[in-house]
C-alpha cells in the first residue's frame, strides 16, 4: 500500500454544491477500482465501483471517473449535504481474490 | 440482516504481549479480510480466507497471523506485540468465490488495539 502522511488532503464545500474528489493511482494492470467512506468510528462503507473497460459509472448522487491514460480516478457528488462529511477512500484490486490497495484517503468537510 | 461484528472493539496490551481479534461476517459471506488502519500507513492489507484457506497475505511479518473457521468466523492474532502495532484492526467479508473480486466488501467498526 500506499505510505502516507499524518495529515490527509481536506476538501471543503458548501452544503448543495457538487464535490471533486480526486485519486491517482499507481498500478496500470488493476482493472478494478473502488470508492469508500469512511465516517468517525466507523469502518470503510462501500459507495461505488468501476472496471477498466468504463471510464464511468453513475450512482444515486454520485458518479466515478477513470482516466486510464493518467491513472487517475475521481469522485463526482452531487448536491453536498452534511451527512456525506467522511474520508473518502480509493482502492484498486491488485489481484485475484479481495486484496484491496487503498489510496491515502481525502477528507470532505460539509459546511452548512 | 446483522453487519460485521468484530470483538473486542478496544483493548489495550504491553508490549511482548500476544492479542487475539475475532470476527464474525455477514451470514453466507465466506471471504473475510483483515486491514491495519494507522495515521501514518493508512489502510493495509492484512490477509483474506476464504472456505478456511488463505488466499492473499500482504506484507506484515510473521508475528501477523489469521485463520478461519469452517462457519466462516475468523480471528487474527499478533504476538509478541510492538508499540507500532498499535492500529485500528478493521474485519471486511463479502461472498467471496471464483471469478472476477468483488472490491464490495463489509467492514466492521473494527478492534482498537492500543499497545503500551
Known amino acids: 500500500g500506499e505510505s502516507v502522511g499524518l495529515h490527509l488532503p481536506t476538501l471543503s464545500v458548501q452544503e448543495g454544491d457538487n464535490s471533486i474528489i480526486n485519486c491517482a493511482y499507481s498500478n496500470s494492470a488493476s482493472d478494478y477500482f473502488i470508492w469508500y467512506k469512511q465516517e468517525s468510528g466507523k469502518g470503510p462503507q462501500f459507495i461505488i465501483d468501476?472496471?477498466?473497460?468504463?471510464d464511468k459509472r453513475q450512482g444515486q448522487r454520485v458518479t466515478v471517473l477513470l482516466n486510464k491514460t493518467v491513472k487517475h480516478l475521481s469522485l463526482q457528488i452531487a448536491a453536498t449535504q452534511p451527512g456525506d462529511s467522511a474520508v473518502y477512500f480509493c482502492a484498486e484490486i491488485e489481484e485475484y481474490g479481495n486484496k484491496l490497495v487503498f489510496g491515502a484517503g481525502t477528507i470532505l468537510r460539509v459546511k452548512s | 440482516k446483522a453487519g460485521v461484528t468484530q470483538t473486542p472493539r478496544y483493548l489495550i496490551k504491553t508490549r511482548g504481549q500476544q492479542v487475539t481479534l475475532s470476527c464474525s461476517p455477514i451470514s453466507g459471506h465466506r471471504s473475510v479480510s483483515w486491514y491495519q488502519q494507522t495515521p501514518g500507513q493508512g489502510l493495509q492489507f492484512l490477509f483474506e480466507?476464504?472456505?478456511?484457506?488463505?488466499?492473499n497475505k500482504g506484507n506484515f511479518p510473521g508475528r501477523f497471523s489469521g485463520r478461519q473457521f469452517s462457519n466462516s468466523r475468523s480471528e487474527m492474532n499478533v504476538s509478541t506485540l510492538e508499540l507500532g502495532d498499535s492500529a485500528l484492526y478493521l474485519c471486511?467479508?463479502?461472498?467471496?468465490?471464483?471469478?472476477?473480486?468483488?472490491?464490495?466488501?463489509?467492514f466492521g467498526e473494527g478492534s482498537r488495539l492500543t499497545v503500551l
Open positions: 480466507y476464504f472456505s478456511e484457506t488463505q488466499r
Open positions: 471486511a467479508s463479502s461472498f467471496g468465490g471464483s471469478g472476477r473480486p468483488t472490491g464490495e466488501l463489509f
Open positions: 468501476i472496471r477498466s473497460n468504463m
